[in-house]
């Protein structure tokens, strides 16, 4: 442990103590996450891959790290910033310390930083790109963002046998919760690589298809949108997060980026159709743009609360569902599990739609 800093390119430079194994700096899109709790599943989310991760909430660590609440097999992110660490984790479930397992991994970790002051920084500039180094004199390189979906999407086919609705399960970076959520109502679920066809996927016989969550701009999937678009028309498909706003894009729409995106385990969105609210767990930095949305074709399903944007589509003809939140949680609320046995009742035939929306 030595003294590091985090440098916002803004100017603003952010004092605290450096724990991991790093050498290098590292740089990456300053992002805040106001959870109290689910920290380990924050910080194993492949869709922070290429992102610095600000923890509002000032005390992390209480309860330790476990070997289950992983959402994926690595750390994606290329920080973690922090106000305090707990030293003395305490559950049933805990065998290390938040501390202890990032110590070993090449994933800076600043910790006694005045987070408060950070977000407020990041409020009112808008996501900014920051470096954390151990010199406060450095200097911010034009480099641009890697394509992150290709990093931590399976490279591999992967078949668990199930007795119900065969999915396929396109992995753009997929938290497991979105697979375990699947098997625990007994799909079959096939998980492919971000790239696959529709030729490749019909091979598969599916029942529908889940598009996951995944990092980064969704322009970047722009080559594949044509095949999205393919495989989402030939069988009932659920988009979440980054499928949906794929689905969304393949279909003509636009995306954008917020100013500082939705990150936490609180965030109220209406269901149109009822005015009924649901808090939702969510983890985004782009919308898609509500005037880009072609009325004829979609329906606006749900919109958060707070700003109004559009949190759910569903199209007019065809069994395609989409929501910008995380149904699976993990972590957060499970008020919209819903999401899925609605998905699996349309598969099933046992309903005709998922939800229409009044706009
Ligand atoms: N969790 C996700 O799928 C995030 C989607 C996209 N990378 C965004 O930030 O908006």
New binding site residues.
């Given amino acids: 442990m030595e003294n590091g800093y985090l440098i916002l390119e803004t100017g603003e430079i952010f004092p605290g103590l450096l724990y991991g194994q790093t050498t290098e700096n590292t740089i990456g899109e300053v992002v805040f996450n106001t959870s109290m709790t689910g920290y380990q599943e924050i910080m194993t989310?492949p869709?922070y891959a290429g992102q610095i991760i600000v923890f509002c909430y000032p005390l992390i660590g209480n309860y330790g790290m476990n070997p289950f609440d992983h959402e994926s097999n690595d750390y994606y992110a290329k920080g973690i910033v922090t106000n305090e660490i707990s030293q003395t984790p305490n559950h049933f479930k805990s065998n290390s310390s938040v501390g202890e397992i990032l110590e070993k991994k090449d994933l800076p970790f600043l910790t006694g930083v005045d987070t408060r002051a950070l977000v407020k920084t990041i409020r009112n500039r808008g996501t900014v790109k920051g470096i954390i180094s151990k010199d406060k004199n450095v200097s911010f390189p034009n480099v641009s963002d890697p394509f992150y979906i290709k990093k931590v999407s399976t490279k591999t086919v992967i078949t668990y046998e199930n007795d119900g609705p065969h999915i396929v399960l396109m992995d753009?970076?997929c938290k497991k919760s979105i697979l375990t959520y699947l098997l625990k109502r007994n799909c079959k679920v096939t998980v492919v690589p971000y790239h696959y066809t529709l030729e490749q996927i019909d091979k598969m016989y599916p029942d529908g298809v889940v598009l996951?969550?995944?990092?980064?701009?969704?322009m970047a999937m722009k080559k594949w949108l044509p095949d999205i678009k393919k495989i989402s028309a030939a069988y009932p498909t659920l988009g979440?997060?980054?499928?949906h706003?794929l689905i969304a894009l393949a279909y003509g729409s636009q995306?954008k980026k917020l100013p500082y995106?939705h990150r936490g385990a609180n965030h109220p969105v209406k269901e149109l159709e009822t005015g009924k609210v649901m808090m939702t767990s969510q983890?985004?930095?782009?919308?898609v743009v509500d005037e880009t949305i072609n009325g004829d074709l979609f329906s606006i399903t749900y919109r958060h609360v707070n700003d109004g944007t559009v949190e759910g589509l569903s199209h007019r003809t065809l069994p395609i569902y989409t929501v910008q939140f995380?149904p699976e949680a993990h972590p957060g609320p499970q008020d919209t599990e819903f999401i899925f046995d609605q998905f699996i009742r349309i598969l099933n035939g046992t309903t005709g739609v998922l939800s229409y929306a009044i706009q």
């Fill in positions: 989310d869709s753009f970076g996951s969550n995944g990092p980064g701009n969704p979440i997060c980054l499928g706003q995306t995106g983890n985004h930095g782009y919308v995380h």
